[in-house]
C-alpha cells in the first residue's frame, strides 16, 4: 500500500518499507489563523505508522499552531485524518479517543493539583472511574516510564523543576494511552542535561511503538531521534521527508 | 449567654455563606462568571416550597421535590439559552461584563418572577424538623439551624469526597487551575460548567427550604444574601473556595456580632461598611488582580 | 492626510450637535407637553439621563465600573429635599450647593475607593447602594421608609402648568449641559487616555496616563452628574422616595445605560428615555418591572453589548460598505450622519477588507534622523548628564521572588546612552521580569533602578515614561477598535498634567496626532495611519507598536521579543530597523532569535534561573560554550 495514497505530499521511502505501514495522520490542506493573522497555510504531509517525525522551521512560523489545529485545540480549515478516519474540527477529546493526544507547548499542568493527579487525568479521555485508571497499564507506563519523579509524585506540579515538570506533562500524555503522541517543543527553557533526558524518554517511547511527532526549533537536536522531517518556514510545511542526521 | 447565643446564630447564617461562597468560587474558576444569582435561587426555594404546600395542597415531600426539579430545569435552561449564546459561539463574550451583569440581571429576573408568582409578603417554607429550640446551659439552638448546619456539613463533605477521590472531581478542579490544560485531556469546560450551576441553583434552594423558618423571606430577599456569598467568594478572591468557606462563616459570626452588639437597626450598614473597607485596605492579598481589562 | 485632522474637529463640533438636538427636541415636548404624560415622561427621562451620561463616561467609556450612582442620585435629591423643607432654599439656588457638595463626598469616598480598580473597585462599591438604603431607611429626618416631599420646585412662578413646563425646561437645560461637557471631554485628547485606561490599565500607565488620578476624577465626575440628576428629579417630582438610593434603582440605571449603548453618550440618553417609556406603557409591565429589566438586559448583552448604539453603528457601517461598493467614494469622512454613532472619536474606523497585499514597510537610516532629536522634556532631564560617563541605565543586584521560586537573583547590569543591547536566555529565565522592573510596572524585591545616576525603583511606568523611557510588550498591545494614528498618538498625549475638566474647553488631541504622524512618517508607515490596527498583518502590528514606542523619542527603549511571529525576510528588516534605531537611542532588547540578537547587539546578557550567566560581546556570544548549552541545545 503506497502512503502516496494519503495526498499529494508522501514521505519518500522505498516500497518495501512504504508497504507494511499505515497512515497515522494525514494532512490535507491545513490553515490556521488567529483573527486576521495566518499562521499556517495550506499544509500537507503524512506520518506513517511507527515514525518519528519531526516539524521543524525558525520560531513564529506556525509549527506549534499546526499542532494545534491537528490535535482540535484551535478550529483550522482543510481535512485531518487520523488513522484514515477524519476528525471533526475543534473536537480535542475525539482526537483522544482515536489515538493522538497532544503534550502542549509550555506543559500546560494543573499547578495546585499533585503529580499523580496530573498524570492520571490523562486517562480522563477513555474512563471516568478512578479505579480502573489507577489499575490500568498506560498509568502504570506513565510512571514507570520516569523513576526520578517517584519522590515527587505526592508534590504540587507547580513547585516542581521544569524538567521534572516536562516529564510530568509528557507521563500525562502517556496515560491516555496514544497511538501517536505529539510533543510541542519538549525542550522549551530546560538545561541540557534535562533536554537529552527527555528526548531519551522519548526514544524509548518511540521504541516501545508509539508513532512520534515532535515539534523542536533546534533541528538538529530533533534529528537524533527522528527518521522525517516536516519543515515549516512562513506557515507553510514542506512535504515529510525522510531525513539523515 | 448572648455571645454564645450570637456565635451559634452566626454559624447557622455563615454556614449558609460558606457554602453559597464555595459554589460561587468552584463556578467562577470553571466558568470565569461570578453568579450572582445564588440566594435568589434559595429564595424560590423556600417561596416554592411555601407556596405548592401551603396554597396548592400538596404534601410536603411532592412539593419540596418539584420546586428541586423545577430550580433545576431552569438553571439548565438558562445555560443552555444564555450562557451558551454568551460563550459557546464564535463571538466569545469576555471581560467584566459578562463576568457581572449577566447573573446580575438574572438576579433580578427571579426577583420578579417571584413577585409574579408569590406575592410581597414575608413567606417560609414550613419547618422541616418542628419543636422547640434545643437549649443546653444557656445555649439555644434552633431545629432548622441545626439542619442547616448537617446540610452544609453533608453537601460540603460530599463535595469534598468528588473533589479528592473521583477522575470526575479532579477534572473539575484542573478545569479551574488551566483551561487549556483541561481541554488537553479532553475535558469539557462547558459541561461542568452548567452541571455546577445546576447543582448551585439545586442547593441554593435545599438551604433556602431548610433555612426559611427562621427568618422568613420576601420576594427580594434573595438579592441580600446573593450578596453576602458573593462576598464571601470575593474574600478568597473568587478563586480559591477553601478561603471563601472561611470567609463565609466569619462573615456570618460578623453579622450576628455587629447585629447584637452594636445596633440591631443599623447593623446591616455597619456591616457592609466593614467588608467594604476590607476589600479597600488589603485588596492584593485577598487575590485580586490590580487591574481588570475588558 | 487633511480628512484626518478634519475629523475630530468635526466631532467636537458634534458633540455640540447630539446636545443641541437634544436640548432643542426636549424643549419643544415638554412646551407641548408639558404637563401631559408625555412631557412627563421625558422630564423624568432627562433627569435620569443626566445620571446616565456621566455612566456612560465613567462606566462605559473607561470601563471603570462602580456602583455608585444611584446613591448619589440620592444624596443629590435629598440635599436638595432638606435645604428646600428645612432651610426654605429654592430648589434652583440648592442644585448647585448639593452638586459641589456632593464632589467633595466623591473626592473623599473616591480616594479610598478608586485604590483598587477593576473588580475590586466593582465588589467594594456594590456594597453602597445596600449601606445607603440601610441608612436611609432607619433616619428619621430623610424620611425613613416613606420618602421626603419638596414645598418648591425647579421652577416657582406661575401657574402649574408654567411650573412643570419651566421645570421641564430646566431640566433639558441641565442634560444638554452635561451631555456637552460628557462628549467634549470623551473627544479631547484625555479622552484617548481613559479609552486606553479602560481597555488596558497597563500599557496606559507605561504611555504615561496616570491612572490612579483618572480613576479617581472618573468617580467624581460620575458621582456629580448623578447628583445633578437627582437634585433635577426631586425639583420636577417634588417627592424623593426612599427607594431611589437603593440597589434596584441602581440596576434600573445600569440597563438605561447598556440598552442605549454605554460608550455612547447619546446612546445613554437614549437608553434612560426607552425605560421610562416601558414603565409607564403599561401597568403590567409597571408592576412586573424586574422581570422585564432583567430580560431586556440579558437580551442586549446577548445580542449587542455596546446596546442600541452599537446595532445603529453597525447597521450604518454595512450600508456604507454596501454603498461604497456602489459608489466608490461617495461618502467621505468618519461618522457621516450616524445619529446614534459614538462621539467617542474614530471608534467608527470599522477594518478594511482585507490585510493582503499591503505593502512592505520601508525605512532608511536616515529617516530616524528626526528621532535623534530628544523631546523638549526628556532633553532637559537629560541635559547635564549627557556627556557625562554616567551610564544611563544601572540595574544594581536586582532580586525578585514570585511564591518563593526566584526569578531574578543579584543582577546587575549597565547601559550607557546609545547602542543595542540583547537580553537572551531559556523561558522562565526572568527576562521579561527584570524588563518589568526597569520598566517599573514590577517593584524589585531587592536592589536599585537607576537613570542617569537617579534612584527610580520606587517611581511608578507612568513617572518613567516622563522620564524616557518607552516600551513595547510581549503580545501586541494595540487599542482594537481605533486606528493606527491614534494607537500612536497615545504615546504623544500632553495631556497627562492636565485635570478632565479643562477639556471640556480646549483639546489638544489634533496636537498628538500631528506628532504621531510624523513618526508614523519617519517610519515610512504613513501609508496605513487611517487603518483599523485589527485589520494589519502582524508584522505591521508590531510596526506599529515599535513607532508608538519611538514617538516620544525616549532616551530608553524597552523592547520584548519584537520579532516573534515574524518571518525570516521579515526579520531582516527588523534588524536593518534596530540597527538605525541603536544609533539615535539606548535599546535593550529582548528576544528569543540568537541569530538577530547577534547580529544587532553591541553587548550581550544571558539570564538562566534568574541570574546573569553571560555579559560580553558578540562574537564572545557565538563561542561561549555557556551559552551555546543553554540556548541551543547541543
Known amino acids: 500500500m503506497s502512503e502516496d495514497g494519503a495526498g499529494p505530499a508522501g514521505s519518500h521511502r522505498t516500497e518495501a518499507q512504504a508497504g507494511a505501514r499505515k497512515t497515522a495522520l494525514a494532512v490535507r490542506g491545513l490553515s490556521v489563523s488567529y483573527g486576521n493573522v495566518v499562521a499556517v497555510h495550506d499544509a500537507t504531509f503524512t506520518v506513517a505508522e ?176 527522528c527518521n522525517a522531517r516536516v519543515e515549516v518556514r512562513n506557515g507553510v510545511a514542506g512535504a515529510a521527508v525522510a531525513g539523515a542526521a | 449567654m448572648k455571645f454564645g447565643n450570637l456565635l451559634i446564630a452566626g454559624l447557622v447564617t455563615g454556614s449558609i455563606y460558606a457554602v453559597f461562597a464555595v459554589c460561587v468560587s468552584v463556578w467562577y474558576r470553571v466558568s470565569n462568571i461570578l453568579n450572582l444569582a445564588v440566594g435568589d435561587f434559595a429564595m424560590v426555594g423556600a417561596l416554592g416550597v411555601d407556596n405548592l404546600y401551603r396554597v396548592k395542597g400538596m404534601p410536603l415531600p411532592a412539593a419540596i421535590a418539584t420546586t428541586l426539579v423545577v430550580v433545576a430545569i431552569f438553571a439548565f435552561a438558562y445555560d443552555r439559552v444564555v450562557l451558551r449564546l454568551a460563550q459557546d459561539g464564535p463571538r466569545r463574550m469576555e471581560g467584566i461584563v459578562v463576568t457581572f451583569f449577566f447573573t446580575f440581571a438574572l438576579s433580578f429576573f427571579i426577583d420578579g418572577v417571584a413577585k409574579m408568582l408569590f406575592g410581597t409578603d414575608v413567606h417560609a417554607a414550613p419547618a422541616l424538623w418542628s419543636g422547640q429550640a434545643l437549649t443546653w446551659a444557656s445555649l439555644h439552638l434552633e431545629r432548622a439551624g441545626l439542619l442547616v448546619l448537617a446540610c452544609a456539613i453533608m453537601i460540603g463533605g460530599a463535595f469534598w469526597l468528588y473533589i479528592r477521590y473521583t477522575l470526575g472531581g479532579k477534572a473539575l478542579e484542573a478545569c479551574g487551575e488551566n483551561a487549556i490544560g483541561a481541554r488537553i485531556a479532553g475535558i469539557d469546560t462547558r459541561r461542568y460548567r452548567w452541571l455546577i450551576f445546576v447543582a448551585t441553583a439545586v442547593i441554593a434552594a435545599i438551604f433556602g427550604i431548610v433555612e426559611s423558618p427562621i427568618t422568613g423571606y420576601t420576594y427580594l430577599s434573595g438579592a441580600t444574601i446573593s450578596l453576602t456569598g458573593f462576598l464571601a467568594a470575593a474574600y478568597g478572591g473568587f478563586r480559591k473556595p477553601g478561603r471563601a468557606l472561611v470567609a463565609g462563616l466569619f462573615i456570618g459570626i460578623l453579622e450576628a456580632m455587629i447585629g447584637g452588639y452594636v445596633s440591631a437597626q443599623y447593623g446591616d450598614t455597619v456591616l457592609y461598611a466593614i467588608l467594604a473597607a476590607l476589600v479597600l485596605t488589603w485588596p492584593r492579598g485577598l487575590g485580586f488582580e490590580s487591574a481588570v481589562s475588558g | 492626510m487633511s480628512r484626518l485632522t478634519s475629523v475630530p474637529s468635526a466631532l467636537r463640533v458634534r458633540s455640540l450637535g447630539s446636545a443641541g438636538l437634544v436640548l432643542v427636541a426636549g424643549a419643544v415636548i415638554v412646551i407641548l407637553y408639558g404637563q401631559a404624560y408625555t412631557g412627563s415622561v421625558v422630564v423624568l427621562s432627562a433627569c435620569y439621563a443626566i445620571v446616565t451620561s456621566g455612566m456612560a463616561v465613567q462606566i462605559g467609556f473607561s470601563q471603570q465600573i462602580a456602583f455608585s450612582q444611584s446613591v448619589f442620585m440620592g444624596a443629590g435629591a435629598y440635599g436638595v429635599a432638606m435645604l428646600n423643607t428645612h432651610l426654605n432654599m429654592s430648589v434652583l439656588v440648592a442644585t448647585p450647593i448639593v452638586m459641589a457638595g456632593s464632589a467633595v463626598a466623591a473626592l473623599l469616598l473616591g480616594s479610598v475607593v478608586t485604590r483598587v480598580s477593576g473588580l475590586a473597585l466593582a465588589v467594594a462599591t456594590l456594597m453602597l447602594p445596600l449601606i445607603a438604603v440601610g441608612y436611609v431607611s432607619s433616619t428619621g429626618f430623610l424620611g425613613g421608609a416613606v420618602g421626603a416631599p419638596l414645598t418648591g420646585t425647579l421652577w416657582t412662578t406661575g401657574s402649574t402648568t408654567a411650573v412643570a413646563v419651566g421645570g421641564g425646561l430646566i431640566t433639558v437645560a441641565f442634560l444638554a449641559v452635561a451631555m456637552f461637557v460628557a462628549s467634549r471631554i470623551l473627544t479631547s485628547d484625555i479622552g484617548l487616555e481613559l479609552f486606553v485606561l479602560g481597555v488596558d490599565e497597563r500599557t496606559a500607565a507605561a504611555m504615561g496616563v496616570r491612572t490612579p488620578r483618572r480613576r479617581l476624577e472618573l468617580f467624581v465626575l460620575g458621582c456629580v452628574f448623578a447628583a445633578l440628576g437627582g437634585a433635577a428629579y426631586a425639583g420636577t417630582q417634588q417627592f424623593v422616595p426612599e427607594t431611589i438610593v437603593n440597589p434596584t434603582s441602581e440596576l434600573a440605571l445600569l440597563i438605561m445605560l447598556f440598552i442605549g449603548g454605554r460608550r455612547s453618550v447619546l446612546g445613554a440618553v437614549v437608553g434612560a428615555l426607552v425605560i421610562q417609556y416601558l414603565q409607564g406603557a403599561s401597568t403590567w409591565v409597571s408592576v412586573n418591572i424586574l422581570v422585564v429589566e432583567g430580560v431586556l438586559l440579558t437580551l442586549v448583552l446577548l445580542v449587542d453589548p455596546e446596546g442600541l448604539a452599537g446595532i445603529v453603528n453597525t447597521g450604518v457601517a454595512w450600508l456604507r460598505t454596501r454603498l461604497d461598493d456602489r459608489l466608490p467614494g461617495a461618502l467621505a469622512g468618519a461618522g457621516a450622519g450616524a445619529p446614534l454613532a459614538s462621539l467617542d472619536g474614530a471608534s467608527n474606523a470599522h477594518g478594511s477588507a482585507s490585510g493582503a497585499g499591503e505593502p512592505d514597510v520601508l525605512v532608511t537610516p536616515t529617516t530616524l534622523a528626526t528621532l535623534a532629536t530628544p523631546s523638549p ?257 547541543l
Not at chain 1, 493526544?101 to 503529580?115: C, F, K, M, N
Not at chain 3, 556627556?387 to 544594581?396: G, I, N
Not at chain 3, 498618538?489 to 488631541?509: D, E, M, N, P, Q
Open chain 1, 50 to 225: 511507527g515514525d518519528a517525525c519531526a516539524i521543524t522551521g525558525p520560531n513564529g512560523n506556525g509549527k506549534s499552531s499546526i499542532l494545534m489545529g491537528v490535535t482540535g485545540m484551535v478550529r483550522r480549515k482543510g481535512g485531518v485524518e487520523i488513522f484514515g478516519r477524519p476528525a471533526p474540527n475543534g473536537d480535542v477529546g475525539w482526537a483522544a479517543r482515536h489515538g493522538l493526544t497532544l503534550v502542549p507547548e509550555r506543559r500546560q499542568l494543573y499547578p495546585e493539583l499533585s503529580a499523580t493527579d496530573n498524570i492520571i487525568l490523562g486517562c480522563y479521555s477513555w474512563t471516568r472511574s478512578i479505579g480502573k485508571a489507577r489499575r490500568s497499564a498506560s498509568f502504570g507506563r506513565a510512571i514507570d516510564l520516569f523513576p526520578e519523579l517517584k519522590p515527587h509524585l505526592k508534590q504540587a506540579a507547580g513547585t516542581l523543576s521544569g524538567g521534572q515538570q516536562q516529564m510530568v506533562a509528557i507521563a500525562r500524555g502517556l496515560a491516555s494511552d496514544p497511538k501517536i503522541l505529539a510533543v510541542d517543543e519538549p525542550c522549551l527553557g530546560l538545561a541540557e542535561a534535562v533536554a537529552r533526558r527527555v528526548y531519551d524518554v522519548l526514544a524509548s517511547i518511540h521504541e516501545q511503538g508509539t508513532t512520534l511527532i515532535v515539534v523542536e526549533e533546534a533541528p538538529k537536536r530533533a534529528l537524533t531521534l
Open chain 3, 377 to 633: 522634556a526628556v532633553a532637559d532631564a537629560s541635559g547635564a548628564a549627557a556627556s557625562s560617563t554616567v551610564p544611563l541605565l544601572e540595574c544594581r543586584a536586582i532580586g525578585k521572588e514570585y511564591g518563593g521560586l526566584s526569578v531574578l537573583d543579584d543582577v546587575t547590569i549597565a547601559l550607557p546612552r546609545l547602542g543595542l543591547f540583547g537580553l537572551c536566555g531559556p523561558n522562565g529565565a526572568g527576562k521579561t521580569t527584570l524588563l518589568n522592573v526597569v520598566g517599573g510596572s514590577v517593584p524589585p524585591a531587592r536592589g536599585q533602578v537607576l537613570l542617569d545616576g537617579t534612584d527610580i525603583t520606587r517611581t511608578p511606568p507612568h513617572e518613567r515614561f516622563y522620564q524616557g523611557i518607552s516600551r513595547t510588550f510581549q503580545a501586541v498591545h494595540l487599542i482594537k477598535g481605533r486606528t493606527v494614528l491614534d494607537n500612536v498618538a497615545v504615546a504623544c498625549l500632553a495631556s497627562h498634567k492636565s485635570s478632565i475638566v479643562t477639556r471640556i474647553g480646549r483639546s489638544r488631541l489634533d496636537d498628538a496626532r500631528d506628532k504621531a504622524a510624523q513618526a508614523l512618517k519617519d517610519l515610512g508607515m504613513q501609508h496605513m495611519q487611517g487603518r483599523e490596527v485589527s485589520s494589519l498583518t502582524l508584522e505591521n502590528q508590531r510596526m506599529v507598536e515599535l513607532a508608538r514606542a519611538l514617538a516620544p523619542r525616549p532616551r530608553l527603549l524597552l523592547l520584548d521579543e519584537p520579532a516573534s511571529g515574524l518571518s525570516e525576510q521579515q526579520r531582516y528588516r527588523l534588524a536593518d530597523l534596530l540597527r538605525a534605531v541603536g544609533e539615535v537611542t539606548c535599546v535593550f532588547l529582548v528576544e528569543h532569535d540568537l541569530d538577530l540578537v547577534a547580529q544587532v547587539s553591541q553587548r550581550i546578557f544571558v539570564l538562566s534561573g534568574g541570574r546573569l550567566v553571560f555579559d560580553g560581546g558578540p562574537s564572545e556570544f557565538r563561542a561561549s560554550p555557556v551559552v551555546n548549552s543553554l540556548l541551543v541545545g
